[in-house]
């Protein structure tokens, strides 16, 4: 091929332009909203410490306390002047975050709120609370995630884990594990309490119990 050719030759372009999100992949929070908006068929990815994280379809499990921690989260945010409640919302965290939280509660505007919308309605920013539940991503939920919710200022988190009770019809507030964290010194620190007003933890528990 001539050197005039060779030159003048179109580099190929990739077979899919954006390229397909891949589960492990390494980017950062600009390409992998890029890719994601290109891909409407994908429900839920997120981007944790700057890898992709696409999650399995969602189980019966999953979604059973998944609605409660909607309706429990849904109802403390209608009984609580100045505070909103989302529900799997992308959340731009920074460079290298963009997750995708199952719940979470962000304060309104003029009310010390840490969040804002873009220009594409994505919320920026760290909310007050952040709420997971975790089955097979235990692991991701109680690591990278834990980690990077506390370094962008997530002030509490919640992880509801459901491994272990597979199976069960019924569960509790007592007997179903949670691991909850509170701001402290900069970084998250076990909380032993229910998120929430006394009034707002009793109901949930009771919900649950009469399960």
Request: aromatic share 8%.
């Amino acid at each position: 091929m001539s050197a005039i050719a060779e030159r003048n030759r179109k580099p190929a372009r990739p077979l899919y332009d954006p390229p397909l999100l891949e589960n492990g992949a390494r980017l950062t929070s600009r390409e992998f909203l890029r890719r994601y908006e290109a891909m409407p068929e994908v429900k839920k990815a997120e981007l944790i410490e700057g890898i992709v994280y696409l999650p399995p379809p969602v189980s019966s499990d999953h979604s059973e306390l998944d609605s409660l921690i909607q309706t429990w989260l849904g109802t403390y945010a209608a009984h609580t002047p100045g505070l909103r409640c989302y529900t799997n919302t992308t959340v731009l965290l920074g460079p290298r975050n963009t997750p995708q939280p199952d719940a979470c509660l962000c304060l309104k505007p003029g009310v010390g709120r840490q969040t804002r919308f873009n220009e594409k309605k994505y919320l920026v920013g760290a909310p007050e609370l952040i709420a997971e539940i975790a089955a097979t991503s235990a692991s991701l939920d109680l690591g990278d995630k834990l980690e990077a919710y506390a370094v962008a200022g997530v002030r509490e988190y919640l992880v509801w884990r459901t491994l272990e009770h597979v199976g069960r019809r019924r569960v509790s507030a007592c007997e179903t594990p949670r691991d909850e964290f509170r701001k402290s010194a900069g970084r998250f620190a076990r909380w032993p309490r229910f998120y929430g007003s006394p009034e707002i933890r009793g109901e949930f528990a009771l919900t649950l119990a009469r399960r």
